[in-house]
């Protein structure tokens, strides 16, 4: 697992640093209608239009998560600027104890207040024709004392100007995580139907974050 880390975080993507963690738990992700998701397999981006079944192993039936879901490699509309984009912000999930053996499915569960924040609700892959990108769905413990950090209230709509340039450093240390405890990912891939219009996918020549004017908090990720 440190090997694909290095590989999804470090190595290849100059916009996301290395994450100095490793996974302690196991994260499932099924889309309707397929099977359970292996780290790294491609899919067709037409097959993740829905929210997908969530499910983990050695979960506490008494305590909340939160999932982020992120595409690595999008290219801002009209320019040549790549920026990670989030999909999907999801807290105050838990998980299903009332099925007797794992894995255990998760789900948002009750206390959805202000301070924990609404969700940013879930939007489905949209990578170009012609293009691959790697989405990655991230599972966090959700603190007992979580409040939503305002800097990020940004995120809510479902537009690209909204989503694009998300920070996830910037945004586990301003809400006070401690790293991601487990993580999936797969590659979407949009083949073009026959009729639809395709260009050739462009070449991003920078990358860019959002700016947010964060509070310092302590976080699980180092600097």
């Not at 499910?55 to 690595?72: E, T």
């Not at 790293?179 to 860019?208: D, L």
């Amino acid at each position: 697992m440190i090997s694909l880390l290095t590989l999804l975080f470090g190595v290849i993507t100059p916009i996301v640093q290395n994450l100095p963690w490793s996974p302690s738990h196991q994260l499932q992700i099924r889309y309707s209608g397929g099977q359970w998701m292996t780290p790294g397999m491609e899919l067709d981006i037409r097959e993740t239009s829905l929210i997908p079944e969530i499910r983990s192993m050695n979960l506490q039936c008494n305590k909340k998560y939160m999932i982020l879901f992120i595409d690595l490699d999008a290219i801002i509309p009209g320019t040549r600027t790549q920026s990670v984009i989030l999909h999907w912000y999801q807290p105050n999930l838990m998980i299903d104890c009332t099925k007797p053996s794992p894995p255990s499915t998760i789900t948002p569960g009750q206390g959805h207040g202000d301070k924990h924040g609404p969700a940013a609700s879930y939007i489905a892959p949209r990578a170009p024709p012609n293009t691959h990108h790697r989405y990655v769905y991230l599972l966090f413990s959700q603190p007992p004392a979580y409040q939503y950090p305002e800097c990020f209230s940004h995120v809510f709509p479902e537009t690209v100007s909204a989503r694009a340039g998300f920070d996830i450093r910037e945004f586990v240390q301003a809400a006070g995580l401690d790293p991601p405890i487990a993580m999936n990912y797969f590659i979407g891939r949009h083949e073009p139907a026959e009729g639809e219009t395709t260009s050739m996918p462009q070449s991003a020549t920078t990358t860019s974050f959002r700016s947010v004017d964060c509070p310092t908090r302590t976080a699980g990720l180092v600097p």
